[in-house]
């Protein structure tokens, strides 16, 4: 079983090729040796927001539609599934693919020269992500993998970007999991607390009331004139910080509410009216130590959450995903306090924490929940849950 995998749920652009190794394999059970990522590629648009201090979704959707069909060919030339047609092209079906790909004109004049030149891989099916993302950059992989599922005729599969998220550690060797496990979303553009009773069986139990925890970054980075993304810009200043001597100090919003939500608009808040008082403005020591600051009340607040949910489900693990979850510090303060709580602790490698394609291929082979679906069925959903399909 070879599945090709899409991801343009925002800024990055990713192409997979995943191969199951034994047919037999039970879904919804997942070990590392069941699997072979024979690709995996992606195309970054971090330099080309960066002006921006975060995404413009009109310039990302063209970012993509430059990016899918090079990658496209790189993935299946890297799987050595890429061969050349010697059989010529349907031209009838070619016109269905123009109407598919009416959005992305731009697209379609690359796959048509692409479906000219090479032939069917032997692939057994695609996936795509389908939200939740920014919806003009969804339509991008959402219209591709419709076009080539039509044009190969090979099944398609809509794949949950949240999900695909939680599924993620398990791209990499880790001990097995035990379940029930509570899981934290956290990115640019998410941060939601999961229950998880085993792989396709979840509750969303908490999320943010407005900005992500990697929004915040992003905006308190540019607030201070550092560069995007926020988070890694934010965590080099905060590594930079000696001692404290400026008696900066943030809120840590709804650390002690009894649900499992999250509000971080009021940490960008408090970062400019901090700014404004300051007279000095900002100089190195106060972008280090306000960097320190940001850090250490987003962390605060993520995990004093997250491990409060797992008290209170009685979980057996915690899983974290997404892009924030690539920050070492939080990563070392997760590690430190699951210890102590004697709870496992799964965090994936930072390779495969940001968007990428092989999460949601991998969540296509094992995920029991996921149907293969006729193409013209397939939409994308900018605002999509856990729980939805």
């Not at 072979?36 to 990302?60: K, R, T, W």
């Not at 970062?271 to 280090?288: A, C, H, S």
Request: one cysteine or more; glycine letters at 8%.
């Amino acid at each position: 079983m070879i599945i090709l995998a899409i991801e343009t749920s925002c800024d990055d652009t990713g192409i997979s090729i995943i191969k199951l190794q034994s047919s037999k394999k039970k879904r919804g059970q997942i070990n590392f040796s069941d699997f072979e990522i024979l690709s995996d590629c992606v195309s970054s648009q971090a330099e080309i927001h960066s002006p921006y201090g975060g995404v413009f979704p009109a310039l990302a959707k063209r970012e993509h539609q430059k990016a899918l069909l090079p990658l496209l060919i790189k993935s299946l030339k890297n799987s050595k599934l890429l061969k050349e047609n010697k059989k010529g092209v349907d031209n009838k079906k070619i016109l269905r693919v123009q109407k598919i790909l009416k959005r992305n004109p731009e697209i379609f004049k690359g796959l048509k020269e692409f479906l000219k030149k090479y032939s069917v891989p032997e692939i057994n099916g695609i996936a795509v992500t389908v939200g939740p993302g920014l919806e003009p950059c969804l339509y991008t992989g959402v219209n591709l993998a419709k076009a080539l599922s039509f044009y190969w005729n090979v099944p398609l599969s809509g794949i949950n970007h949240i999900e695909a998220h939680v599924l993620s550690s398990w791209l990499s060797p880790i001990e097995k999991i035990e379940f029930p496990a509570i899981a934290l979303v956290v990115s640019g553009g998410n941060t939601q607390i999961i229950l998880m009773e085993n792989i396709g069986k979840y509750k969303l139990i908490g999320e943010t009331r407005d900005d992500a925890a990697g929004e915040c970054f992003d905006k308190t980075a540019r607030i201070l004139g550092l560069g995007y993304p926020g988070g890694p810009a934010i965590h080099k200043e905060a590594k930079k910080r000696k001692k404290a001597v400026l008696g900066i100090t943030l809120p840590r919003p709804m650390f002690y509410d009894k649900n499992y939500d999250f509000s971080f608009s009021g940490l960008k808040t408090a970062v400019l009216y901090d700014l404004k008082k300051r007279k000095e403005g900002k100089t190195p020591q106060y972008v280090e130590e306000m960097s320190y600051e940001i850090e250490r009340a987003i962390i605060d607040v993520l995990t004093h959450k997250t491990l409060k949910a797992a008290e209170d489900f009685k979980a057996k693990s915690i899983i974290l995903g997404g892009g924030v979850s690539a920050n070492k510090e939080l990563a070392k303060e997760f590690k430190k306090r699951c210890k102590e709580k004697k709870i496992n602790c799964i965090i994936p490698l930072s390779k495969f924490s940001g968007d990428n394609a092989s999460m949601v291929g991998l969540t296509a082979l094992f995920s029991p929940h996921i149907k293969k679906t006729a193409w013209q069925k397939i939409k994308p959903s900018s605002n999509l849950k856990i729980n939805e399909q």
